[in-house]
């Protein structure tokens, strides 16, 4: 396994919508242990492929990511929101944005459909934290952060401080 490096706004690649996995290989499954560990590392409760730079529609989760002992590993390829529910607020934060939260409305409970990492299908219920992060991570391979879902003048007073930093950074 290997920890890899989280891409940050504004990455060009974060913008790209992912390719759906067609077969599910040891290649597959080796990307998702490493982003698996990446995400136990860094520490956050999802990571999307595209945020290690990878076009491919994978994701982990894991609510209980910072509990040791009470982890619970979700991965999930060419996930897909086949219902959902309600409406919420959440204060939500990115790896990929780092230092910014904001609120973010999203439905309350989802049902997502994709295939394990033995290619088997799964259908998962998400209540909670969990809703939030599967709709997060889905938003990633749809190449759309959570700042692309606040009101627009939040949106660009966020984006032109995150441009500022990565300007400062690359100097
Ligand atoms: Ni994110």
Same mark, same amino acid.
């Given at each position: 396994?290997?920890?890899?490096?989280?891409?940050?706004?504004p990455?060009?690649?974060? /913008?790209?919508?992912a390719?759906?996995? %067609?077969?599910? %290989?040891?290649?597959?499954?080796r990307l998702?242990?490493?982003m =698996?560990?990446?995400m136990?590392?860094?520490?956050?409760?999802?990571l999307?492929a595209?945020?290690?730079g990878r076009? =491919?529609?994978v994701?982990?989760?894991d609510?209980?990511?910072?509990?040791?002992? /009470?982890?619970?590993l979700?991965?999930?390829?060419n996930p897909?929101?086949?219902?959902? !529910?309600?409406? %919420?607020?959440?204060?939500?934060?990115?790896l990929?944005?780092?230092d910014? %939260?904001?609120?973010v409305?999203? =439905?309350? !409970?989802?049902?997502? /459909?994709g295939l394990? !990492?033995?290619? /088997?299908e799964?259908?998962i219920?998400?209540?909670?934290?969990?809703?939030?992060?599967?709709q997060h991570?889905?938003?990633?391979?749809?190449?759309?952060?959570?700042?692309?879902?606040l009101?627009?003048?939040? !949106?660009?007073l966020?984006?032109?401080k995150?441009r500022?930093? =990565?300007?400062?950074?690359s100097?």
């Open positions: 396994m290997a920890i890899l490096n989280i891409l940050k706004y990455d060009p690649i974060l /913008k790209r919508k390719d759906p996995v %067609t077969q599910i %290989t040891d290649e597959v499954r998702i242990d490493d =698996a560990e990446t136990y590392e860094a520490p956050g409760v999802g999307a595209p945020q290690i076009s =491919a529609r994701i982990v989760i609510v209980n990511s910072k509990e040791e002992g /009470k982890r619970e979700v991965c999930m390829v897909e929101i086949i219902e959902q !529910r309600g409406e %919420t607020v959440w204060e939500e934060g990115c990929s944005v780092p910014y %939260t904001a609120d409305r999203r =439905a309350e !409970r989802v049902v997502v /459909k394990d !990492r033995n290619g /088997k799964e259908v219920v998400g209540e909670g934290l969990l809703s939030i992060v599967f991570e889905i938003d990633h391979l749809n190449g759309v952060l959570f700042i692309d879902r009101g627009p003048i939040k !949106r660009d966020i984006r032109r995150l500022k930093q =990565a300007r400062v950074e100097i």
